[in-house]
């Protein structure tokens, strides 16, 4: 819907979202131009632009040509158009903007993707909010902290191994807020320390989330902090996410990854409006 609703504002057509539009629901919008009913037309609609962000089988649209083929009357045309499509699955859409070699993952939706138990995920910045200064005390106000920590993005896919620096003396209320917010996962690693200010001294977060990330076999690290990114991927050699400024840091910061692992992370911001100019220049008739 995000691409779908950049198209639609560039080409000044109504919007729907595909099953809306079954029912005759149209989205509503502003003054800017005639207003509409926010009714959906079938009779008068007969060239439909169905917009996916990516396909991977061409499952989810065939299912989508079938409902709109089910409506009384059908439409006309359809027009698919896919922003991201593996080799397999090009052949089913009109128009396709990029082949993707699959797995891959989307910075939009990269905590909702099954591929998701290939990675490693870091706890503080990426599913909660971090720590204050005040609340970072090692004592009572972090046993606070870890009970009501505000969630940031929450996993609804299982995550293949989740890697904190917390200590290993907190396990048990980190377990218990994964489980109360619904984060599902194989293993949960944790730095073994006696102390925060230990761990502060030694300085080894990067070091050892990066030591966990080369034995747990897994192909993405998704990390909050940009500098500990850098350095995870400098020590495992292998690529990770900073969730935080939604970059893909690169083995050696030279090297780039691994085919089977282009993700195009950094597409979500540009996506919408790189969908519309590309349709409008390949000569697409306006739906």
């Known amino acids: 819907m995000v691409a779908a609703t950049a198209i639609a504002l560039k080409l000044e057509r109504p919007l729907a979202d595909l099953w809306g539009y079954a029912e005759g629901r149209l989205l509503r919008h502003g003054n800017y131009r005639s207003p509409g009913t926010g009714r959906a037309d079938h009779a008068g609609r007969q060239h439909i632009l169905l917009v996916d962000d990516s396909i991977r089988t061409g499952r989810t649209l065939a299912e989508a040509h079938a409902l709109l083929a089910a409506m009384q009357p059908p439409p006309a045309r359809i027009t698919t158009f896919v922003g991201f499509a593996s080799e397999e699955a090009a052949k089913n859409a009109d128009v396709v903007c990029e082949h993707v070699p699959a797995p891959w993952l989307f910075e939009w939706s990269m905590l909702h993707d099954p591929d998701l138990a290939r990675c490693c995920v870091d706890i503080d910045g990426v599913l909660c909010c971090d720590p204050t200064a005040e609340e970072n005390d090692d004592g009572p106000r972090y046993l606070g902290f870890l009970d009501g920590a505000r969630p940031l993005m929450l996993p609804s896919q299982p995550v293949g191994t989740l890697v904190t620096a917390r200590l290993e003396k907190y396990r048990r209320p980190t377990e218990a807020w994964l489980?109360?917010?619904?984060?599902?996962?194989?293993?949960?690693?944790?730095?073994?320390?006696?102390?925060?200010?230990?761990?502060?001294?030694?300085?080894?977060?990067?070091?050892?989330?990066?030591?966990?990330?080369?034995?747990?076999?897994?192909e993405l690290f998704i990390e909050s902090d940009p500098g500990q990114a850098a350095e995870i991927a400098m020590r495992s050699g292998l690529p990770v996410v900073c969730a935080s400024d939604g970059t893909l840091v690169s083995p050696g910061a030279v090297r780039a990854?691994?085919?089977?692992?282009?993700?195009?992370?950094?597409?979500?911001?540009?996506?919408?409006?790189?969908?519309?100019?590309?349709?409008l220049e390949r000569g697409h008739s306006r739906p």
């Open 179 to 218: 489980a109360r917010n619904g984060v599902r996962y194989q293993k949960l690693e944790m730095l073994d320390l006696p102390s925060a200010e230990m761990r502060l001294r030694r300085g080894i977060h990067a070091r050892f989330k990066a030591d966990v990330y080369r034995r747990a076999g897994r």
């Open 257 to 279: 990854p691994r085919q089977r692992l282009r993700r195009f992370l950094s597409a979500g911001r540009a996506a919408p409006r790189k969908l519309a100019s590309l349709f």
